[in-house]
């Protein structure tokens, strides 16, 4: 018989994290084990309130997975039904999912890279994130974090104030920079007379600039600029890969958004079929639950694996970064 527990912990981050929809100081992150009197097996669940996921809602879908009979769990397919069965929040589908399948590793003493039938990365290439700030903080910021290390730099902005923020950092970083949204634009027009004042700069990709919501007006879109636009928000635990390529060029693969090692598998594999360019990226986390993540980078043209590094005092070390790339520290 399989036990199963769950321990919230907070993270403190080493600066605010402040996105176009919110600000924070902190995540409250959850921990899952699952163990038998052999073998044990963790993953983390890290809520997203963009997905109505909040720590009080992971600990209830988690008490209800419990009584509906987790204890007597046979394999992976009984697990994807029960989570199915109770409509789990995929951030927790994924950290019950990384503890089972990691137990699973233990008792047959292999890899999760043997277990997806992967191959393992030495290294990748990360991009690091800027959260949005005032454009005359950004030079400071950069010089401080050493941020020139990494081969490509993600920048996390709003509406107003976007095309300063983004000049100032091309100004002292010349390699490709990616632009985050996070869905704040409303007016199709206004994003692509935006995407118009950017010429000259090195922009890898723009992010999600409107909501998932608006399919029509990211049909109207796509053919009206030049920069390739990835489906983040748009991109979940279920996706029309037809609808979503009138709108995208690329995909953001978060396996706390897709629900688990076996569904982001499926997705990287179905976008890559469709011909799109993939990232696989994360929410604020541990090194726990990023090392999953890790493990999809080398099926992955980009990889945006900065998520524990905001993290003071980040707890189980799993993951180092050098010169912009990541690795395992085991």
Not at 9 to 37: P, Q
Not at 68 to 94: C, M, Q, T, Y
Request: net charge negative; proline share 4%; aromatic share 10%.
């Amino acid at each position: 018989m399989l036990n199963w527990s769950i321990n919230q912990i907070k993270l403190g981050l080493k600066y605010a994290w402040k996105i176009s929809r919110n600000t924070s100081d902190f995540k409250i992150n959850s921990i899952i084990t699952c163990n038998d009197e052999h073998h044990s097996g963790k993953g983390e669940a890290a809520p997203n309130i963009r997905y109505n996921e909040t720590p009080e809602v992971l600990l209830n879908s988690f008490e209800e997975f419990l009584s509906a009979g987790a204890n007597e769990i046979k394999n992976a397919v009984d697990l994807s039904i029960l989570l199915h069965k109770i409509n789990a929040p995929n951030a927790l589908r994924f950290g019950i999912e990384q503890a089972y399948i990691h137990f699973l590793c233990a008792q047959r003493n292999e890899s999760i890279y043997d277990f997806l039938k992967i191959d393992k990365p030495l290294k990748t290439n990360t991009c690091y994130t800027l959260p949005i700030m005032e454009p005359s903080s950004i030079i400071k910021f950069f010089n401080e974090n050493n941020l020139n290390r990494f081969a490509y730099l993600k920048i996390k902005i709003s509406v107003d104030g976007a095309l300063d923020e983004i000049k100032t950092l091309s100004s002292i970083y010349k390699k490709p920079i990616l632009i985050d949204a996070n869905e704040a634009w409303k007016d199709p027009d206004a994003l692509i007379n935006f995407t118009h004042n950017l010429k000259g700069i090195n922009i890898g990709m723009i992010e999600q600039p409107m909501h998932s919501s608006m399919i029509n007006e990211y049909k109207y879109v796509k053919p009206r600029v030049t920069l390739p636009l990835m489906a983040d928000e748009s991109f979940c635990s279920q996706v029309d890969f037809k609808e979503l390529k009138l709108q995208f060029d690329a995909v953001n693969m978060k396996l706390m958004k897709a629900g688990g090692y076996l569904n982001g598998l499926r997705l990287i594999y179905e976008a890559k079929k469709y011909g799109f360019k993939t990232m696989v990226g994360c929410m604020v986390e541990t090194t726990l639950g990023m090392s999953g993540a890790y493990a999809f980078s080398g099926l992955c043209n980009l990889a945006d694996l900065d998520g524990y590094m905001l993290i003071e005092n980040e707890p189980f070390k799993l993951l180092s970064e050098e010169n912009g790339e990541v690795y395992l520290n085991q």
